[in-house]
C-alpha cells in the first residue's frame, strides 16, 4: 500500500484546504459524509458546497478557517448532521501548511470522532486542566472561579453560549429558532441571576470565570462548531 492509499484510508477525517477554502485533498471518509460522490467531486469545492446539514454552518468554518491561518494550531469541537443523516461528534484540529519561504499556503485539517459520552468527558478533563492553569497563573484569584450553567434554565445558558463568542441577539434567535425578543429576555434574566448591569459586563464576568470552557449539554444534541 502506498502513502497515497494509507491517505485516503486512513480513520478519522482528513482534508486540506487553500487560502480560498476549496478543498485540494480528502479521504474516503471525509468524503463520505461530506456527500460528494468522489474525491474529485470535492476537489474545488467549499464548505458551502457540503451536501449535507453541514453546509448550514460553512460561514462558522470559514471564520475558524481564517483563523487556523494564522495559528499553530486551532482545535475546536464540531457536532453536525452529515450525508448519512446522523450526529456526529468529531475533535478537529487544524493547522496551517507552509511554503519553503514560511509563507502559509493552505491548511491541513482531521478530525476523530468520539461518543458523546466521550465528549463530555473530554470536556470535563479539559475544564479542570484549564482552571488549574488559571489558578496557577491568573491574578486577581477571582478570575479562577470556575463558572457553572447550573442555576440558569436551558435556554438561558444557550443564549449566554452564543452571546460570549460574539453572536447578535437576532444571530442567536436564528440558531436556536427563536425570537431576538425572547433571546433578550433570556440575556436579560440571565444578567440578574449573576448580578450583572448589561451585557458586557455579563460577557466579561463568564469569559473571567471561565465559561469560555463550558457547553450547555443540551446543545450537544444540536449542530455546533466551537473552537477550544
Not at 14 to 21: A, D, Q, R, S, V
Not at 72 to 96: M, W
Not at 113 to 134: G, M, R, V, Y
Amino acid at each position: 500500500m502506498n502513502w497515497k492509499d494509507i491517505y485516503l484510508n486512513s480513520s478519522g477525517l482528513i482534508w486540506t484546504i487553500n487560502l480560498n477554502h476549496q478543498f485540494l485533498s480528502m479521504n474516503y471518509n471525509f468524503m463520505r459524509l461530506a456527500g460528494f460522490k468522489s474525491i474529485d467531486d470535492g476537489y474545488g469545492k467549499t464548505s458551502f458546497d457540503l451536501r449535507c446539514k453541514a453546509a448550514e454552518y460553512a460561514e462558522w468554518f470559514c471564520q475558524q478557517d481564517s483563523l487556523a491561518f494564522q495559528k499553530q494550531l486551532l482545535r475546536s469541537i464540531d457536532v453536525n448532521y452529515y450525508s448519512d443523516g446522523n450526529i456526529h461528534f468529531f475533535i478537529t484540529d487544524k493547522t496551517p501548511i507552509r511554503d519553503n519561504q514560511n509563507k502559509v499556503i493552505g491548511l491541513s485539517g482531521s478530525a476523530a470522532e468520539i461518543k458523546q459520552a466521550q465528549l463530555l468527558k473530554w470536556l470535563q478533563a479539559f475544564t479542570q486542566s484549564n482552571n488549574h492553569l488559571q489558578k496557577k497563573s491568573s491574578e486577581p484569584q477571582s478570575l479562577s472561579i470556575s463558572f457553572s450553567f447550573e442555576n440558569l434554565t436551558r435556554r438561558q445558558s444557550e443564549c449566554l453560549f452564543y452571546l460570549i463568542r460574539g453572536k447578535s441577539a437576532k444571530s442567536i434567535a436564528n440558531i436556536l429558532s427563536i425570537s431576538p425578543r425572547t433571546v433578550e429576555s433570556h440575556i436579560q434574566a440571565t444578567k440578574e441571576k449573576l448580578k450583572c448591569y448589561n451585557k458586557q459586563e455579563l460577557i466579561e464576568t463568564t469569559l473571567n470565570s471561565g465559561g469560555l470552557n463550558f457547553i450547555p449539554q443540551s446543545l450537544l444534541n444540536k449542530p455546533i462548531s466551537v473552537i477550544v
